[in-house]
Nanobody
């Protein structure tokens, strides 16, 4: 069982920056992937960025070059540095831990933190 707590959401001006943090309690294994998803009203939850323990990253095309994901393995914490924010980045952002489990995965989710970008 993994519990995730997000912080850092809020209101920010377009073009500005914001950093989200997610602290995980419980054990995060070397094979776990940590990441961020987001969901805007009326839309499906989508992957924003993910990072493996060794540092391999994956970004949605819409945020590539603007967002940076990182993790502190010693602190079981994942971060999302968001820059050049746009109105379309407005969404609830969810921290995620994905753990391989056989041919499937286990997914753990935080409660979400609201990010609102205003012009």
């Amino acid at each position: 069982q993994v519990q995730l707590v997000e912080s850092g959401g809020g209101l920010v001006q377009a073009g500005g920056s914001l950093r989200l943090s997610c602290a995980a309690s419980g054990t995060i294994f070397s094979f776990d992937t940590m990441g961020w998803y987001r969901q805007a009203p009326g839309k499906q939850r989508e992957l924003v960025a993910a990072i493996a323990r060794g540092g391999t990253t994956n970004y949605a095309d819409s945020v590539k070059g603007r967002f940076t994901i990182s993790r502190d393995n010693a602190k079981n914490t994942v971060y999302l540095q968001m820059s050049s924010l746009k109105a379309e980045d407005t969404a609830v952002y969810y921290c995620n831990v994905r753990r391989p489990y056989g041919i499937n995965n286990l997914n753990y989710w935080g409660q979400g933190t609201q990010v609102t970008v205003s012009a």
